[in-house]
């Protein structure tokens, strides 16, 4: 697990209810014990538990039925198991049911076997940490914001969004500055799609990979004859963009030679194809893009100072690497399975939320072009309607969990129990080291000493 799950034990002889207690904190459970159903449902609605121990027949007259369906109506996700006296097993058996609206995880017949006990809490906490999980993912992804095709929670992405909203409606070239595969051409194509330009050309050119000799060619258009294999007229990339976009991916690969004569029309708009002595305007709204930092090549004499601060105009727009951006991958895994089903004919569902917890913590150096990737191939190779941590690359199913999905669930809770769970975590960390609990928690030694005997964690 994940995270520390917290307990309620519900035991009228309070005797018993604190031998259980005391195991089940040995496995490092957060617990709390009550001694009527009235009482238990009073610490439900304070703080709903990940898992419910009770008594199926309590004195009074809230019963472990009760109490289950008070636990499943707070919190859907919490798991019930209740223990009942020999003979009366049917009662038990009969919430079990998948057919009862509130069906149990399992029960215990006394006397009770304290380690076959532990270990059904073991598992009935896992299930119930992985489908509160699993609800957090799917809240995540009906959550997020999209912007045509940009999508995402992060407060990073949604403020780059809200800028290129802006740029979009004027007429200003646009820089985009992002690390490989963060997802520039689709701002790009945002930024054409939400301006007065929309329904007219968008136009792309990855300057990295066409050659010097072809570059100019390929932008301004030649003529017949203008160099060898030019058999006739051809119209270069820029007219046709006219009335559209022109997006210049990697500009900072741009030869020196080229920049010159596409700052002309930057600045004028007019272009002389090769070969050509007669000058063409095109009207073209102009987005770039790099991967490069362009102040340093400008200092090195790599790219032109004065076609720098040309692209420069407006602050440039920055994309953040997916890195630091983590919580947006779960939406992001989510719409490439969707893509995946779609184009692959496959049939997954979602991803379980160890396995989506490897790819959040991943680093990500591809970016979303990466994770795409990573994604697609799962799909296809999945055996089952659920990508597992088995259907991950080798590489990320080695990884550890050093990125949590959310916060923990404090909502509720006493500052005691706040107080209990953090010292009852930061001990686990250290292996029981008393000493580098205190020291890590910055208090003394005979501090932690006294809050453990309160808290009864000795």
Known sequence: MTETAFVLIVEDERAHGEAIAEALSRSNFACNVVESGTAAIESIQHRPPDVVVTDYKLGGKVDGVAVLREAK??????????????????????????????????????????????????RAAKQALTGRESRMLREQVRGAFEFSGIIG??????????????LARSKATVLLVGETGTGKELFAQAIHENSPRA????KVLNCAAVS??????????????????AAGDRKGL???????????????????PMQAKLLRALETGEVIPVGSNETVYCDVRFVAATNRDLSELVSQGMFREDLFYRLHGQAPIRIPPLRQRREDIPVLAQRFIDQANKENHTHITGIAPDAMRKLVN????GNVRELRN??????????GPVLQISDLPESLQASTDLVRLGPPNLAGMSMADVEKLHIMNTLRMFGGNREKTAKALGIGARTLYRKLRDYGLR
Request: aromatic letters at 8%.
């Open 238 to 256: 820029l007219a046709a963009a006219d009335g559209g976009t022109m997006f210049l991916d990697e500009i900072g690969d741009m030869p020196l």
């Open 73 to 122: 109506d707070r919190n859907p996700d919490s798991e019930v198991i209740l223990i009942t006296a020999f003979g009366s097993e049917s009662l038990a058996r009969d919430v079990l049911s998948r057919d009862s609206k509130y069906q149990a995880y399992d029960y215990l017949i006394k006397p009770i076997d304290i380690d076959l006990l532990r270990d059904k809490v073991k």
């Open 199 to 202: 329904g007219k050309p968008f």
């Open 362 to 365: 991943n680093q990500w150096p």
């Open 153 to 166: 929670n992060s407060e990073a992405i949604l403020r780059e969004v809200k800028r290129i909203k802006k």
């Open 212 to 229: 010097e000799t072809l570059l100019e060619s390929e932008l301004f258009g030649h003529v017949k004859g203008a160099f060898t294999g």
């Open 374 to 383: 990573v994604v697609f191939r799962m799909c296809l190779e999945s055996e």
